[in-house]
């Protein structure tokens, strides 16, 4: 079987919590995440936007570590498609474009409504909230996703986070479903 290919929208990836688990699990190719310079554009412009504390620099480093670290993540060439789609929000038909062009089966996103069934349908894709996506990962994978969990836990230093803290962390993400799940394996997170 092969694995499936997820574009994440800019709004999954502002969030630090959640884009850190989103990329502990870019890492263990249990699918194949992918985004876009604008993708990453449209998250460093907010944060930085949104956080005076937070400069352009670290989330360039953020961004190119991201690059750095999950192969053949980046986008290309969806450009062309653009202007022929038609979204709730005309701004989300670049992150459509580029699903249809790396042949996504899933959008990873927040905003739902922007992504309507009907528009997505004849391309195969479907959006995802990030609480279903992530469950469908843990009842596709459990120890695959706990140990990705367990890493990003470990890897908080400042400060450090117990499993509760932890799992706390990510219900304040919306992912309620998916720490409701995780609380059968704290003993592995």
């Given at each position: 079987?092969?694995?499936?290919?997820?574009?994440?929208d800019a709004c999954?990836?502002?969030?630090?919590?959640?884009?850190?688990?989103?990329?502990?699990?870019?890492?263990?190719?249990l699918y194949h995440a992918r985004w876009t310079n604008d993708i990453h554009e449209e998250?460093?412009?907010?944060v930085v936007k949104d956080h005076a504390d937070i400069l352009r620099e670290q989330v360039e480093?953020?961004?190119?570590?991201?690059?750095?670290?999950v192969r053949d993540c980046l986008v290309t060439g969806y450009e062309s498609l653009i202007m022929s789609l038609t979204l709730p929000d005309p701004d989300d038909?670049?992150?459509?474009?580029?699903?249809?062009?790396?042949?996504?089966?899933?959008?990873?996103?927040?905003?739902?409504?922007?992504?309507?069934?009907?528009?997505?349908k004849p391309y195969g894709i479907e959006a995802q909230h990030p609480d279903e996506f992530l469950l469908c990962q843990l009842e596709l994978a459990p120890t695959v996703v706990c140990a990705?969990?367990?890493?990003?836990?470990?890897?908080?230093?400042?400060?450090?986070?117990?499993?509760?803290e932890f799992l706390a962390s990510l219900k304040r993400q919306g992912l309620a479903q998916t720490v409701a799940s995780l609380r059968e394996f704290t003993d592995l997170i």
């Open positions: 079987m092969s694995r499936r290919t997820v574009v994440y999954v990836l502002y969030p630090a919590p959640l884009r850190s688990f989103l990329m502990y699990l870019a890492v263990t190719d998250w460093m412009r907010n480093r953020i961004r190119d570590l991201m690059n750095a670290h038909r670049q992150v459509l474009a580029a699903a249809i062009h790396c042949e996504a089966d899933i959008i990873v996103t927040f905003n739902l409504k922007d992504f309507p069934e009907d528009a997505l990705a969990a367990q890493k990003h836990r470990e890897s908080l230093q400042n400060p450090p986070m117990s499993v509760e």
